[in-house]
């Protein structure tokens, strides 16, 4: 025994610095995905009685979403493209919250039919709508247009939630206090809203397309709370933080084999889906934002977002491109 403490502590004199230096790290790594991991909604919230919409809610932040809406005691209606992969999630959140009350639905924001069969469903079947949670979207994705002839990302990210949200507007008066929260991204502040080339016909890259619909979904969250001021509608944008999710399905396979194996250890320490959906939970129930609308939060506090999403005009004239683009002017 003393030999073996003797040997323990000539091994750990002779290597000071390595010891220290494995000691930092690990502890520099450990402070690192605490802070990668953020904030988190503190909220008791029940929503007994209440109905929430989410898009996007068979996998990802949504699916997290999804399963604490439904933990609270809601209505839950995911709106989902795959109805395979959605009726699994359902079976799976309803299992996990005791909730039977959730539903699926068939959304497939890439086709503006789809969107108003979605919202006419909605506003014959459903006597209230609380909570609307625009969390569907698409990442870097090559060049691809909607049925409607739009570019993909635009199209999904913020078209089709633009008419969604219009559609079901009518709704969520009738229901206040209700709230819209629209999931945007931090990519956002290399946003630019393209007037002059919408669909970005002439110079189409994945990231410049991804950058302008996050944009548009924080110009969106401002122009509309300034049109439902005073409705008790309140609306919010977030960034949810870099989680493991699949939203990287189109961007990753084209990455170098280098940027690759530099991402793989880096996906080891971003949030997971439950810490990545703790910004939108806080958006949709937190108590303290039921008089606020409009702002951009970040890690479940407010954040200032970029300055070309603050611009009003701007704000109002791609409220104005939209409405004709979806054909609601
Ligand atoms: N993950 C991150 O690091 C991160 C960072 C910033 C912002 N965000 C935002 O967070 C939101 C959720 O993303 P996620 O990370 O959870 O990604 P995800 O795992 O890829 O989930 C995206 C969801 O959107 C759905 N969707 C895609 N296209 C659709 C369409 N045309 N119609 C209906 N639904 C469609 C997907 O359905 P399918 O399964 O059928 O494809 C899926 O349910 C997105 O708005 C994203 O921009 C994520
Ligand atoms: C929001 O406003 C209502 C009505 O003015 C008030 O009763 C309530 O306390 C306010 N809530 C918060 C969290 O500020």
Known sequence: MQNYMDAVKHFAESHVTGLTLIFVAGAGLLGFRRWMAGGVCRSKARLEGKTVLITGANTGIGKETALDMAQRGARVIMACRDMTKAHIAADQIRQKSGNGNVVVKKLDLASLQSVRDLAKDIQ????????????????????????????????????GHFLLTNCLLDLLKKS??????????????????????????????????????????????????????????????????????????????????????????????????????????????????????????????????????????????????????????
């Open 124 to 159: 014959e079947n459903e006597e209230h709508l609380d909570i609307l949670i625009n969390n569907a979207g698409i990442m870097m994705c090559p060049k691809w247009k909607t049925d409607d002839g739009f570019e993909m990302q635009f199209g999904v990210n913020h078209l």
């Open 176 to 329: 206040a206090p209700s709230r819209v929260v629209i999931v945007s991204s931090l990519a956002h502040q290399q946003g630019k809203i393209h007037f002059d080339d919408i669909n970005l016909d002439k110079n189409y890259t994945p990231e410049r397309s991804y950058s302008q619909s996050k944009l548009a979904n924080v110009l969106f969250c401002k122009e509309l709370a300034a049109r439902l001021q005073g409705t008790g509608v309140t609306v919010y944008s977030l960034h949810p933080g870099v989680i493991k999710t699949e939203l990287g399905r189109h961007l990753y396979p084209t990455l170098a084999s280098w940027k690759k194996a530099i991402v793989k250890p880096f996906m080891l320490l971003v949030k997971r889906p439950w810490e990545g959906a703790q910004t939108t939970i806080y958006c949709a129930v937190d108590e303290s934002l039921a008089n606020v609308s409009g702002l951009y939060y970040s890690d479940c506090a407010p954040k200032t977002p970029a300055p070309q999403a603050l611009d009003d005009a701007a704000a109002k004239k791609l409220w104005e491109l939209s409405n004709s683009m979806v054909g609601l002017a």
